[in-house]
């Protein structure tokens, strides 16, 4: 076995992460580099240290875990979820329930919770990731100005407080989205959502991660709810999942 597939594999033992269900070339490229960067030269030895630095361990999670994020990312795409999907979702429900999956900083499940509050919609909104790092700093919601370059003015003026370092989420528009750690790919889905949004991370999976993902997505919908996926994420037989396209990067759950 060789030195990677090893830390591959004691990886999986301790963490319960599975690094063999991302895409070799990229997740291989990208622990080389952190590993060489603090100067271990073999992963056994990078592994070994892992173990005894929690500084360490946190910034390798980091890393493995793909951090990028912004506020109406895409925001045709945001559009028609405002204006065409939201309606549909809304016409028949009192209350939605909403998850972000591998929510990152939290911009994703932020920006829903500015739509429907526009709106005067209440929401359930989970919002997960796999890095618990992250998800304080999704918690805390705290940004720069830079990631808030795509928020219309009225909503930034509605929706945040700002100092002299850059913007606070107000505390109202935190209150209805609950942040927890999950692992999409090992983790078991909660039932009932109306609406999955999951963007710009499963392009970093296997086909067969993929595959079963995206049929774990779909027993999680409820008949007729949506799954909203990223711009380079397009399923090519969403009738495979019980989907059907409702619109672009969006699939809505087939009845029974």
């Known amino acids: 076995m060789s030195d990677y597939w090893g830390f591959v594999e004691s990886i999986k033992r301790k963490t319960g992460i599975d690094l063999s ?5 990229q997740m291989k490229r990208r622990l080389t580099s952190l590993r060489d960067k603090r100067g271990f030269h073999s992963f056994e030895h990078y592994f070994k240290a892992l173990m005894g630095d929690k500084r360490l361990l946190d910034e390798f999670l980091d890393r493995m875990t793909i951090n990028v994020s912004e506020f109406f990312r895409n925001p045709g795409r945001w559009e028609v979820l405002d204006k065409k999907i939201l309606p549909k979702l809304m016409e028949n429900n009192k209350k939605l329930k909403i ?13 829903l ?40 003015k009225e909503i930034l003026q509605v929706n945040f407080t700002k100092d002299e370092l850059g913007f606070q ?29 999951c963007r710009n991370v499963m392009i970093y999976f296997t086909e067969e991660a993929k595959e079963v993902i995206y049929r774990k997505f779909s027993a999680s919908l409820k008949t007729n709810g949506i799954l909203f996926v990223g711009s380079t994420e397009q399923i090519f037989n969403p009738k495979k ?16």
């Open 21 to 25: 269900l991302y895409k070799e070339a």
């Open 99 to 111: 998850w972000s999956a591998a929510c990152s900083t939290g911009e994703e499940p932020y920006t």
């Open 113 to 152: 919770a500015m739509l429907l509050k526009k709106k005067q919609q209440a929401a359930d909104i989970l919002a997960t990731d796999l890095d618990e790092m992250i998800l304080k700093r999704a918690k805390h919601g705290y940004y720069s100005e830079r990631s808030l370059k795509g928020v219309p």
């Open 169 to 197: 989420i107000k505390a109202e528009l935190k209150k209805d989205i609950r942040f927890i750690k999950h692992n999409l790919l090992s983790e078991s889905f909660e039932k009932g959502f109306d609406l999955i949004v």
């Open 241 to 256: 999942y019980k989907l059907v396209t409702e619109d672009t990067f969006f699939y809505r759950k087939m009845g029974t």
